[in-house]
C-alpha cells in the first residue's frame, strides 16, 4: 500500500514504476494506492485501468472566499485577515499558511505588536508558530487545547497541508503561495524560490477547516486566479530534483535502459544525463555506463553519491570514522542550528565556537558531533549552544545506520582525527567537481561550467574568503550562494581526480593579484 501518493516524491515515484513492472509478472500482488487529493484517473491509466474506489469521509462543509482584486502583500494581507477574523467571527483556532520560518516570524512579531496595543479590547490571541527549524517543544504548542475565552492562531509551512492535524481549527488563511526546491542541470544549482501553489493544494488547505465541524477559508487571491493561473498539480519531485541518486539506486537493481524506465512523469532528458556524467565523473559508473566496484559499494548507502563516495574514499585517507560523521550531519539539511530572533547574537557566537582554527564548515560540524558525543548526547549541551536536538539525534540514527553498512562494504572503521588534511581529501573525493577560486572582487568563480558564486553568510569562512575553496551545495536564495564551505589546495583535484581536472585548470595565475588580506595562501 502506498499512502499520500499525491504528494509524489522521488521514492514513491521511483515506486510505482517498479511495482508496476512487478505487478504484471506477479498476479499474487495486490497493489493499493491512496490519497486525500489525488488526481485518480492519471494513475489508474497509468497502473494499467486499475479500478479506483471512492470512499467518502467525513468532511465537513468548507465556505471558501476569495478576494475581490489581488493582494499586493500577502503578509500584510493575511495579518489583516487574522484580525479581523479575531474580532468578527464566533470562537474557533485560525490556521495561517506561509512560505518558511522568516515570513512566520515576521508576521509573529507584527501580530505581538498589534494585539499588545490593543489591550483588553480584543479577547486574547495564543500565536503558535510551526516550522522545521523551530525546536520540538515550542512546536508542540500547537497541539495545546486553547484556553477558555482565547483564540489560537497556528502560523504555519506547508507542513500542515497533510502531516498534521490540529484540533480546533475553524479559519484558514491560505495566501496562495509556498517554497519549491528545484535543480537547474545546467548550472547544478538547486533554488529554493516562492512560487504559487496548485489547485490541489490550495483544496488540500482549505479542507483542514474542515476536519471537527464546518469551517472557512480565505484565500488570499481571486477566484479568477485560483481557476486560470494555477496549476491543477504541482510538479513531481523526479522533475525538479538532481537524478544521482535515482540513477544510482536503478542502476543497483539491474535497469540499465534508463531512458525507457516507465516513470509517471518522465524527467528531463538533460536532468538524466547530468546524473550520467556525474556517476561518470565520481567513478561509480565505467564509460559504457555500468556500475563499476566503486558504485556498487557506493549505491549500499541511502545517502546522495557525492556522500557515499566521500565514505569509501575515507578508506584510503584512515578517516572514515570522521568521514561517517560529516556525512550524516550534512544529510540532515540546514537545521542544525538554530537562531532565536531574540538571541541572534547568542547563538551566532555559539556557532562560531565550533569554527576556532578557521577550520572550514565540514569540520565544524565534526567538531559538533564530537563535542556532542562526548556529553553523552546531552539534550542541556544542545540547548546551551543553540543546537537542535531533533537534527542531532537524526544524525546520530543517520550515523548508526552507516556504521552498520561499513560491514557490508567491507570499509574498517578507524580514526585519524587529527589529520585534517587527510579527512579534506575524502570530502575532496566526493565533491571535486564542486569547486570554486577567490575573484578579486571577493565573489568566487566556479572551476569546472564558470559561473559566479559567493559563500553563504552562515559559513565560518564567509568572512575569510579563502582562496580555494570546495562546497557541498549551491543554493539560489537572494544571491547565488555556497553552502558549507572548506578551504583545500588546488594540487588535491589534480591529485584526487586526474580525469577531471588538468593542471591548467588549477594554475594560480589568474589569482595572483587579490586585493590585500584577501585569499590566505591554502593551508
Given amino acids: ?17 517498479l511495482v508496476k513492472d512487478i505487478a504484471r509478472f506477479r ?19 497509468y497502473f494499467d485501468s486499475a479500478p479506483i474506489f471512492k470512499i467518502p469521509g467525513r468532511r465537513y462543509p468548507v465556505e471558501v472566499h476569495y ?35 522568516e515570513e512566520i516570524e515576521t508576521v509573529d512579531e507584527i501580530l505581538k505588536h498589534k494585539t499588545r496595543g490593543l489591550g483588553t479590547k480584543i479577547p486574547e490571541l495564543n500565536i503558535c508558530p510551526i516550522y522545521a527549524n523551530l525546536p520540538t517543544e515550542l512546536q508542540a504548542k500547537i497541539f495545546e487545547t486553547t484556553p477558555e475565552g482565547s483564540r489560537k492562531v497556528v502560523l504555519a509551512t506547508n507542513i500542515a497541508e497533510t502531516s498534521l492535524t490540529i484540533d480546533g481549527i475553524k479559519y484558514v488563511i491560505d495566501p496562495g503561495f509556498c517554497k519549491i526546491k ?18 490541489a493544494s490550495a483544496n488540500q488547505r482549505a479542507g483542514r477547516s474542515g476536519r471537527t465541524g464546518p469551517g472557512k477559508c480565505f484565500r488570499l487571491y481571486t477566484s479568477y486566479n485560483y481557476m ?48 550520467l556524467e556525474q556517476l561518470f565523473a565520481l567513478s561509480a559508473l565505467n564509460s559504457r555506463g555500468e556500475l563499476t566496484k566503486t558504485g556498487r559499494r557506493m549505491a549500499e548507502f541511502p545517502l546522495d553519491p557525492m556522500l557515499s563516495k566521500m565514505i569509501v574514499a575515507s578508506e584510503k585517507y584512515k578517516c572514515s570514522d570522521e568521514v561517517m560523521s560529516i556525512a550524516s550531519m550534512l544529510s540532515i539539511g540546514n537545521s542544525i542550528f538554530y537562531r532565536p530572533k531574540d538571541k541572534q547574537v547568542h547563538a551566532d557566537n555559539a556557532r562560531l565556537n565550533f569554527h576556532t582554527g578557521n577550520v572550514g564548515d565540514h569540520i565544524a560540524l565534526l567538531n559538533v558531533y564530537n563535542s556532542w558525543r562526548e556529553t553523552d548526547f546531552s539534550t542541556q549541551w544542545c540547548y546551551e549552544n543553540y543546537i537542535q536536538v531533533r537534527s542531532m539525534k537524526r544524525a546520530r540514527d543517520i550515523r548508526d545506520q552507516l556504521e552498520g553498512l561499513m560491514e557490508r562494504v567491507e570499509i574498517e572503521v578507524c580514526s585519524n582525527a587529527s589529520d585534517l588534511d587527510a579527512i579534506k581529501k575524502a570530502i575532496t573525493s566526493g565533491f ?7 575573484q578579486k572582487n571577493g565573489s568566487y568563480r566556479t572551476v569546472k561550467n564558470p559561473q559566479t558564486v559567493f559563500i553563504h553568510p552562515s559559513s565560518g569562512l564567509a568572512q575569510l574568503l579563502p582562496r580555494w575553496v570546495i562546497y557541498h551545495e549551491l ?19 589534480v591529485e584526487i581526480a586526474p580525469h577531471y581536472y588538468q593542471l591548467k585548470d588549477v594554475d594560480d595565475a589568474g589569482s595572483k593579484k587579490l586585493p590585500k588580506g584577501q585569499g590566505r595562501a591554502a593551508l
Avoid at 240 to 257: C, E
Wanted: no cysteine.
Fill in 67 to 101: 478576494t475581490k482584486a489581488p493582494e499586493a502583500d500577502y503578509i500584510d494581507a493575511a495579518i489583516v485577515t487574522i484580525l479581523q477574523i479575531h474580532v468578527t467571527q464566533p470562537p474557533g483556532d485560525i490556521l495561517v499558511f506561509l512560505t518558511g520560518q
Fill in 27 to 45: 498476479p499474487d500482488l495486490k497493489l493499493l494506492i491512496s490519497s486525500a487529493t489525488l488526481d485518480a484517473e492519471k494513475f489508474s491509466d
Fill in 475 to 493: 543554493v539560489l536564495t537572494t544571491k547565488e550562494y555556497m553552502r558549507q564551505v572548506t578551504e583545500l589546495k588546488p594540487e588535491w583535484l
Fill in 432 to 438: 571535486f567537481h564542486h569547486s570554486a577560486r577567490l
Fill in 182 to 199: 528545484s535543480y537547474n542541470p545546467r548550472t547544478g544549482m538547486e533554488s529554493l524560490l516562492i512560487n504559487p501553489i496548485s489547485k
Fill in 1 to 17: 500500500m502506498v499512502d499520500e501518493a499525491h504528494e509524489r516524491t522521488l521514492s514513491t515515484d521511483i515506486l510505482f514504476g
Fill in 228 to 275: 486560470h493561473d494555477l496549476e491543477d498539480n504541482t510538479v513531481p519531485e523526479i522533475q525538479r530534483t538532481n537524478l544521482a541518486n535515482v540513477v544510482l539506486t536503478l542502476k543497483s537493481l539491474g535497469i540499465h535502459d534508463l531512458v525507457n524506465f516507465d516513470f509517471m512523469d518522465p524527467p528531463p532528458s538533460e536532468a538524466l544525463l547530468k546524473a
